[in-house]
């Protein structure tokens, strides 16, 4: 799925200040948090965002 052309598919998107941290929505509104292996489902579903061409 992911080789087709237009495509979707799911990225992180990293703060390029701050490189231990990712932009997330929480609320309607963007956040940079830091998102581990630790952090809860929810955090790491809230750093991911569907890229498409």
């Known amino acids: 799925m992911f080789g087709r052309p237009g495509a979707p598919s799911w990225s992180r998107l990293k703060s390029s200040n701050f490189p231990?941290?990712?932009?997330?929505?929480?609320?309607?509104?963007?956040?940079i948090d830091p998102i581990t292996?630790?952090?809860?489902?929810?955090?790491?579903q809230d750093a991911t965002f569907r890229v498409g061409y």
């Open 37 to 44: 292996a630790g952090s809860s489902a929810t955090d790491k």
């Open 20 to 31: 231990d941290r990712y932009i997330r929505h929480s609320n309607h509104v963007l956040r």
